[in-house]
């Protein structure tokens, strides 16, 4: 029995008329009488009464048949119709992961709301991780997209999209003494103490050190935090500075200040991650909506 069998019936039923049916299918009549009689068959029940003046009725074994093949009908077409839909990437599950950052810099979000408004039926999931956590995730194929730190270069299989950058800060406890001043020079950070983040997430962030100190100079740090709230933490507990993306500032608490770093601006490189060869119609579609939303800077 295949589906076209369930709406000969349908259409038999709904009109209780072969001809009207098969005009309703457009289709001979006699090709519809064959198709139900070889239904009754194979079903080997009688579904309908026909009378010598074309009047049509359902039997007791049609009327519960009928109550039954309506939803097998709905229930096909749901499924006929999920099908195409996810083929076009209009349904489904993407799995997006983000280091705190990309949150507080509103980039999670507006993924969200362009994905709610264009793509109703895609379910974004997001996870907070680090960037290194991310690289692995994605490789391996449990997450599917990752807003982190842009890298040189990326495992082979995955590539990025550069979404913009952030510039970076000085973060401090508010009794520091540098705190009194609005600009820091890479002279007066030769000889501070810094807290950084753990190597397994830092991807650079030696680098960003570095960069605003005095050429040669070997930063002091101090103590290693996972993530930007245990740095952030550790410089509200006045462990040390941290050089921190600009969009942190707007969570830290009021014991810690964030200050410029004096000279031309240095950037931290933001990047949305992907597989190269990515299968879901239902990712390409959510990145697609992440090229339309961020301009290249």
Sequence with gaps: ME????????????????ARAAERLNIAPPTLSAQIKWLESYLGVTLFIRSTKRKVELTFAGQQFQKREL???????????????AARGEVGDV????????????????VIE?????????????????????????????????FMRGLDSYPSG??????????????????????????ITAAALAKQKFVAYELDSEMGFWRNITAVLPPG?????????????????LVSANVGIAVIQESLKTI??????????????????????????????AVRAVLKIIRGA????
């Design 3 to 18: 589906v076209r069998h369930l709406r000969y019936f349908t259409a038999v039923a709904s009109e209780l008329h072969f």
């Design 71 to 85: 939803a097998l009908i709905e229930g096909f077409e749901q499924a006929e119709r999920f099908a195409r839909e």
């Design 95 to 110: 799995r997006l992961g983000y280091i705190f950052a990309a949150a507080t810099a509103g980039y999670i979000k507006r």
């Design 114 to 146: 362009h994905s709610r408004r264009t793509l109703p039926n895609v379910s974004v999931h997001i996870h907070r991780m680090e960037t290194v956590p991310q690289i692995r995730a994605i490789s391996s194929g449990s997450l599917d997209l990752g």
């Design 158 to 183: 995955v590539t990025a999209l550069e979404i913009g950058r952030q510039r970076f800060s000085l973060a401090m406890h508010r009794d520091h003494p540098l705190a009194k001043q609005k600009q």
């Design 217 to 233: 100079t070997i930063p002091q740090i101090v103590q290693r935090a996972p993530d930007a709230i245990s740095l952030l933490t």
């Design 252 to 281: 830290v608490d009021a014991s810690v200040v964030v200050r410029n770093i004096a000279g031309p601006p240095k950037y931290f490189k933001n990047a949305v991650v992907y597989r190269a060869n990515e299968p879901s119609p």
């Design 294 to 297: 961020f301009a290249s800077p």
